[in-house]
């Protein structure tokens, strides 16, 4: 079996999409708590969560949106890209157990730069959680 070595610029077209899935647990919310240092009692404590309008605990945007990154790293365009831009805007929130699909479609090729940019979304039960887009520069295939 062949080992996925990304999209070149290329080959990506506009309208081409990556969709992954996840499910929001109490261990992931403790492990980006970890590696952020955002110890946010709304994320970390259901006491304190509780007594706010979320009434419980509720994951890190940032976390979620970390999702998005996983696809640009992985999938579209894939192991060579660079992360250069994000936009986001956080819509509603996202709770432990929730199940979040991570979209990235792509919606503008630039090809000073070899730059994309991406239609991004987070979706929890229909709804979208997080929305905005992404730009990356994609590896050529003469690179």
Do not use: W
Not at 55 to 70: D, M, Q, V
Not at 101 to 122: F, H, M, Q, S, Y
Not at 129 to 135: F, K, L, M, P, R
């Amino acid at each position: 079996m062949t080992k996925f070595m990304g999209f070149k610029y290329e080959e990506l077209e506009i309208g081409q999409a990556h969709e992954t899935v996840h499910t929001i647990t109490a261990e992931d919310i403790q492990r980006f708590a970890e590696v952020s240092g955002d110890h946010n009692p709304l994320h970390m404590s259901d006491e304190y969560a509780a007594t706010t309008i979320f009434e419980k605990r509720i994951a890190h945007g940032a976390l979620t949106a970390s999702y998005i990154s996983g696809i640009l790293g992985n999938d579209l365009p894939g192991p060579g890209s660079i992360f250069v831009g994000l936009n986001l805007r956080f819509r509603r929130p996202v709770y432990i157990g929730d199940t979040v699909t991570a979209r990235a479609e792509i919606a503008e090729k630039k090809d000073r730069g070899n730059r994309v940019i991406l239609k991004i979304e987070c979706i929890v039960d229909g709804k979208r959680a997080i929305t905005g887009d992404a730009e990356v520069v994609a590896p050529s295939r003469e690179a």
